[in-house]
């Protein structure tokens, strides 16, 4: 039987996946979903337990089906009937129900049969021939494919660019928020410094208060901005994409004037900004290709820190227990560059400097957490695989370092840019090429798209 091996089994993953099984289920072979921990179907995102942390997607978008969006709701429901396509869910139960959709898909197969596999993938060379690649796993296993799906996920943030990269051995410094028990060494009596003011600055502040914490968290970003907030309503609005968007010479100054016109026009109407950002939903990744390279680093320089607060919007109920912290001062937020930092007796010493201003600012905290975000440039991973495979040149960054150079049909590209014939992407990643491709709505339709690809020419 041949193999279709899927590194990685979050979200990007599993729904491939699922999509092969429940689409392509009487093709006759063996689908290796390979994921670093046994808990399948969860990812970084979804593998939380914690109640604080919520989808910030309403439940009514977040089906893995493109055609049934409302699965995931339908789902939910079992659990609490009260919930409408509105909602904001815990992650942990959109854990859940990956986990059992992969199970009725594997269980409704007729010939393709799933095999999960626990394990980290350290290396991959193709075959002599180019028809397969073997997978070197990190306790010295190995699995031949013919078709390789890298679904790795996002990566952990890099270190801040200060001077002290001996601080970062420290005991005091949390790399990876996401990292399983990677709070547990964070002292809740001492202050905290978070860097970051985004999704994830309010994932960790949020989780940190729900533990006890009862020092100041102190949050600082180059501005200071915070993720906006959706609202809380009956069902989800359904407004049109604004006219003439494609139209006319791409910029990112034209697209900034275009979406500002369209708020004033909603807002005339009585209709929220929220709903002209959700409106550019399925534009977006046009409007995107359409922009040259010097433009997309305009908007990246002028626009993206904007447009990522208004887009990734937090749940209405995180948003009202993030202002809480704010208003009793329990989370102070500032906008600053970090300078230095430096081991002391009662934990960090941090040296920043306000935006805006000369003078050097001084913290004394007990951790120090990193909460950038994902790092999305290939060059900067320390992830064993993805620098094998840089250093063979079976991959290539793109030229904005957002991801991975792949082809229209999510064919990775080599270093003379030629598509794998049996490596393929999807995933974060794909921001690259897609720009918005980081969430559930986009990356069910790359998992559908990407598994109907694989069947059809198997
Ligand atoms: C904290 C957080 C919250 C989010 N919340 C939402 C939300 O509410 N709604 C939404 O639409 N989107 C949300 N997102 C966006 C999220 O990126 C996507 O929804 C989706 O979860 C991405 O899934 P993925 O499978 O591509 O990546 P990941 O979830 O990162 O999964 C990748 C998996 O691959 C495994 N892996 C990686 N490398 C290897 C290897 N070499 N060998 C074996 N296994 C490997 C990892 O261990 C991991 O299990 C959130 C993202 C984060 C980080």
């Known amino acids: 039987m041949r193999t279709l091996a899927i590194v990685g089994a979050g979200f990007s993953g599993t729904a491939t996946a699922i999509q092969l099984l429940t689409r392509h289920g009487q093709l006759p072979f063996e689908v290796a979903l390979i994921n670093r921990h046994p808990n399948l179907a969860r990812g970084v995102a979804y593998g939380t337990h914690s109640p604080s942390h ?49 199970k009725q898909a594997a269980e409704g197969a007729q010939a393709m049969r799933l095999q999960p596999v626990t394990g980290e993938v350290v290396d991959m060379r193709p075959a002599p021939g180019g028809k397969s690649a073997e997978l070197t796993f990190a306790d010295g296993r190995t699995l031949t494919a013919e078709q390789v799906v890298l679904a790795v996920g996002n990566y952990a943030p890099s270190d801040p660019p200060v001077p002290d990269a001996e601080f970062f051995h420290s005991l005091h410094y949390v790399r990876d928020p996401w990292a399983p028990g990677a709070l547990d060494r964070v002292p809740l009596e001492a202050p905290t410094l978070l860097i970051g003011t985004g999704l994830t600055m309010m994932d960790v502040a949020l989780e940190l208060a729900h533990r006890g914490h009862a020092a100041v968290q102190y949050a600082v970003s180059r501005r200071g901005l915070l993720p906006q907030v959706h609202r809380q309503l009956p069902a989800m609005p359904i407004t049109p994409p604004p006219a003439g968007l494609l139209e006319g010479k791409p910029s990112a100054r034209r697209y900034l004037k275009l979406v500002r016109a369209y708020v004033e026009e909603l807002a005339a109407k009585g209709a929220d900004w929220r709903d002209a950002i959700g ?51 329990s989370l102070q937020v500032a906008a600053g560059r970090l300078k230095r930092l430096s081991g002391s007796p009662g934990g960090v010493s941090v040296a920043w400097q306000p935006r805006g201003s000369t003078r050097e600012a001084r913290l004394e905290v007990g951790s120090v957490i990193n909460c950038t975000g994902p790092q999305s440039d290939l060059n900067r991973l320390a992830d064993p695989l993805m620098r094998s495979l840089l250093a063979q040149g079976l991959i290539r960054p793109d030229p904005l370092r957002l991801g991975l150079d792949l082809d229209p049909e999510a064919r990775v590209l080599d270093n003379a840019g030629r598509p794998s014939g049996v490596i393929s992407y999807t995933g974060p990643l794909l921001k690259a090429r897609d720009w918005e491709g980081t969430a559930v709505p986009e990356l069910r339709v790359a998992a559908l798209r990407l598994a109907d690809r694989l069947a059809a020419t198997w």
């Open 279 to 329: 409106a550019l939903r399925s534009q977006t990744s046009a409007l995107w290709q359409a922009l040259d390279l010097r433009e997309r680093r305009r908007f990246l320089r002028h626009l993206q820190a904007y447009w990522d607060i208004h887009r990734h919007r937090t749940a209405p109920a995180s948003g009202e227990k993030l202002a809480a912290l704010l208003a009793s001062g």
């Open 54 to 102: 919520l989808l910030n997607v309403p439940a009514g978008r977040m089906g893995l089906f493109p055609d049934r969006e409302g699965d995931f709701l339908e789902f939910a429901a079992q659990y609490d009937n009260t919930l409408t396509a509105a909602s904001f869910v815990p992650r942990s139960l959109y854990g859940h129900y990956l986990g059992a959709r992969l």
